[in-house]
């Protein structure tokens, strides 16, 4: 027996046993993870004994680096929702065509 699905605030239908949720405690750390590290970052290029020319080129580098590592990870997640949409469809298929020829389990 399949698991009864629900429609979020969104109108997007899940089943609830493989809707990943994160806690509340690990989305906290993540995001003061990410402002620890801007900030050790920004105050590290900051406190360079260096001329302007060379900490603007690091501090670019630092902007050019946090911004591919947020394109990266959405590409990630992005193609993994993509294989489980390609996974639901072809189950869909399957579940048809049983049901199209009356077998059932």
Do not use: C
């Not at 993509?82 to 399957?94: I, T």
């Amino acid at each position: 027996m399949r698991s009864p699905r629900f429609v979020d605030g969104l109108g997007m239908d899940y089943e609830p046993d493989q809707q990943q949720l994160h806690s509340a405690a690990w989305i906290a750390q993540v995001w003061l993870a990410f402002g620890g590290s801007v900030i050790a970052g920004a105050a590290g290029i900051f406190f360079l004994p260096v001329g302007p020319w060379e900490r603007g080129f690091m501090a670019l580098s630092f902007v050019m680096l946090a911004t591919s590592s947020i394109a990266l990870s959405k590409t990630v997640r992005d193609i993994h929702e993509s294989n489980r949409l390609v996974k639901k469809v072809d189950e869909a298929k399957v579940t048809k065509l049983l049901a199209d020829h009356q077998v059932q389990f």
